[in-house]
């Protein structure tokens, strides 16, 4: 099992900035991949940002590739998203997920085993 826990979420003025973290813990061994997602109010949830934690590498969808950045701290078992120059449609609430296989796609939510409580975010003026 893997325990996900975020934090960060908040209110911010667009073109504002915020970090949200996910404290993992549990068996981190077996994970693969680690991601952001995000569920827009009356949406589905998408994907935002993934990253290999065994090499890496990391990928975004379109929407965020310019303003979003993820990172993973080995140490301490968290993943970051950095988040810059936030947008009114960029609201909604954040998780953090976990894959213990090799995504055959990675904004599938359905290959996520583990997730978080999620974190919300409300960019508005």
């Known amino acids: 099992q893997v325990h996900l826990v975020e934090s960060g979420g908040g209110s911010v003025q667009p073109g504002g900035s915020l970090r949200l973290s996910c404290s993992a813990s549990g068996a981190i061994n077996s994970v693969y991949y680690m991601a952001w997602f995000r569920q827009p109010p009356g949406k589905e949830r998408e994907g935002v940002a993934t990253v290999y934690i065994r090499g890496g590498h990391t990928y975004y969808v379109d929407s965020t590739k310019d303003r979003f950045t993820i990172t993973q701290d080995k140490v301490k078992n968290i993943l970051y998203l950095q988040m810059s120059n936030l947008k009114p449609e960029d609201t909604a609430m954040y998780y953090c997920?976990?894959?213990?296989?090799?995504?055959?796609?990675?904004?599938?939510?359905?290959?996520?085993?583990?997730w978080g409580q999620g974190t919300q975010v409300t960019v508005s003026s």
């Open positions: 997920a976990a894959a213990d296989l090799i995504l055959p796609n990675f904004w599938a939510p359905e290959y996520y085993k583990y």
